[in-house]
């Protein structure tokens, strides 16, 4: 089978009406697949007011907003709203990016009909109940994403940490790393501005420790407010920038009250910003790769993550950056790992730079072509 004979139905719980780093990826892949002559249909809920215009063919889902204050997020109600649509497109192969309800009745519909079907991790679902304190949970919503995954041809992890991890639940799957690119244009050291720093009111001798995504509890906003508090605490000279927005940034603004809040930002202005930090914090363990991570690292940004799932593999321990290792007594290790870049200026050039050089191997159209590989070889294992 040849790329231009694929036909392929990909199924999001957010294409683009919010923006994060899985559906932007989902959009880049969707631009790179329809530039190899195959043929795409998007599934997913959609609103009036999308972050970004998507790509390639979109068929709004019905859906209900997330409870739980989270409404900016919808879940769809289903796959029969737009069961005559899926059926005239007639695909080959369908790809499921969430393990959602919608997710669910797609590969329901697809091994039903003897189709092909992929499934990409892209968030680790199962981290997000410990931060609305219902942990408890925990234990069935793996069973749940294990089972989940098993019902497919091919999973598409992100990494060999989410591999491992997948691989540790019981998910017996083949499996194909999905890794992420980035825009090397736009993320370079060369977008490094003082000017816009001084305009924020950071000093040029001030360290700026940043953080960049949604502000959202389960990005470790509480971890870093808490780093951020033992910094201060040491007398450890520093300025936090704060780039991004979200539902929490109140919360998270009462907790850094001294932060520079520099907003929502978007194409250049956001690798002007990226460039612009000295030391990149991100104490996530929700995310199963971290495109924000991958981000700083390109622009010659000195990182200090947790060593979890999404920086491992790609964060070179002690090289381009420190990893932490989350649980009893991380505060303290993330503010020695802190204090370090802060007060070592050789030692973070140097991790920016390591991290700049490893950075530039991760090219989109490469990584993409490894997903039109993955679709080829799930479609001939089905036959």
């Excluded at 639940?169 to 050291?189: A, K, L, T, Y």
């Excluded at 920016?352 to 080829?376: F, R, S």
Aim: a neutral charge; one cysteine or more; hydrophobic letters at 45%.
């Amino acid at each position: 089978m040849k790329p231009t004979d694929l036909r392929v139905a990909l199924f999001s719980g957010n294409y683009n009406y919010v923006r994060d780093g899985a559906n932007q990826a989902l959009n880049l892949l969707v631009g790179y697949l329809l530039d190899q002559g195959v043929k795409v249909r998007v599934y997913s809920p959609t609103t009036d007011t999308p972050a970004f215009p998507p790509t390639g063919d979109l068929v709004s889902v019905p859906a209900l907003p997330v409870p739980g204050g989270r409404d900016e997020y919808k879940f769809a109600k289903g796959i029969k709203a737009v069961l005559p649509d899926l059926e005239a497109f007639a695909p080959n192969l369908v790809h499921v990016s969430a393990p959602e309800i919608l997710g669910h009745r797609a590969v329901t519909w697809a091994r039903r009909n003897n189709i092909a079907s992929v499934a990409s991790v892209h968030t680790r679902f199962e981290t997000y109940p410990a931060y609305y304190h219902i942990g408890f949970v925990t234990p069935l919503l793996i069973w749940t994403l294990t089972r989940f995954y098993n019902r497919f041809d091919t999973v598409m992890p992100t990494g060999r940490g989410m591999e491992e991890l997948l691989r540790s639940w019981g998910v017996e799957r083949p499996m194909q790393i999905w890794s992420r690119g980035v825009n090397h244009d736009r993320f370079n050291p060369g977008r490094r501005s003082l000017e816009w720093r001084r305009a924020l009111g950071i000093a040029d001798d001030e360290v700026a420790v940043s953080f960049l995504g949604r502000l959202v509890l389960e990005k470790g906003l509480d971890i870093f407010a808490e780093v951020v508090g033992e910094l201060q605490r040491r007398g450890v000279k520093h300025r936090v920038l704060v780039i991004g927005k979200g539902p929490a940034q109140q919360w998270f603004a009462d907790r850094v009250p001294d932060a520079v809040f520099a907003g929502f930002q978007a194409g250049d202005d956001l690798g002007r910003a990226v460039a612009s930090m000295d030391v990149f914090f991100n104490p996530s363990l929700t995310e199963s790769f971290g495109n924000v991570t991958l981000e700083a690292m390109a622009a010659g940004v000195a990182v200090v993550a947790a060593n979890a799932v999404g920086p491992v593999g790609m964060v070179e321990e002690n090289v381009s950056g420190l990893l932490v290792d989350p649980g009893k007594g991380a505060v303290g290790r993330y503010a020695d790992a802190i204090q370090h870049y802060c007060e070592n200026h050789a030692a973070r050039k140097a991790a920016g730079a390591a991290g700049h050089a490893i950075a530039e191997t991760y090219q989109w159209d490469a990584i993409n072509q490894k997903v039109l590989d993955a679709y080829l070889e799930a479609i001939a294992r089905r036959g």
